[in-house]
């Protein structure tokens, strides 16, 4: 789990400033701010499999997609970065991140996994514009979206499914998902060892 930089509190103002000069991305959380750590390449490799799909899906549509660099705030609470943001219609004033986030994909690793699972999360689903939250797995084949019309009940999906992303009416497969990612799950789907 990520440790704050340092005790002291830091205002919104400071920590939006002080992101136009650093070297490092940074997340905040209650006047705290959070150094983000290093991806892998499976991590990027689902990053851009979603990113393509999703901007090609959407290119004739008022929706955007984002990867990793635009942040996402939730009130004067949290400024967090996810992997992966669709904002339609997006009326933010700001060049640097949106609050009216449509989905939010989060690529989860060990060292993120339990802060996207619980604190990212609730507070994602705060956000009366998100209408799902996707999860997935980079060293196992697991795929979990939850959707706002179903009360944010978790749906998992695996090699040989396909997945409907309702917010933007888009079906994936999730095979497509994990084109070129190496975990054992993928290899075993393709010598035909999983069901």
Not at 99 to 111: D, G, N, R, T
């Amino acid at each position: 789990m990520l440790s704050p930089q340092h005790n002291d509190f830091i205002s919104i103002a400071d920590y939006l400033q002080g992101e136009l000069i650093s070297d490092t991305k940074h997340e905040y959380l209650g006047g705290q701010v959070y150094a983000m750590a290093g991806a892998s390449k499976n991590h990027q490799r689902i990053i851009t499999n979603i990113v393509i799909a999703f901007g090609g899906h959407l290119r004739d549509m008022p929706c955007d997609t984002f990867a990793s660099d635009i942040k996402v705030r939730i009130g004067d609470l949290a400024f967090f970065y996810p992997d992966v943001i669709v904002a339609c219609q997006d009326d933010t004033d700001d060049s640097y991140y949106t609050e009216k986030p449509a989905m939010i994909v989060e690529v989860l690793s060990k060292s993120t996994r339990r802060k996207d699972e619980t604190t990212k999360r609730r507070l994602y689903q705060t956000l009366p514009s998100l209408q799902e939250y996707v999860l997935i797995e980079q060293d196992i084949v697991d795929v979990e979206v939850c959707r706002r019309s179903e009360g944010w009940v978790s749906e998992h999906y695996f090699m040989g499914d396909e997945v409907t992303f309702a917010a933007i009416d888009l079906t994936l497969s999730v095979n497509e998902i994990y084109e070129r990612v190496v975990n054992d799950d993928v290899s075993a789907f393709f010598r035909g060892e999983m069901p």
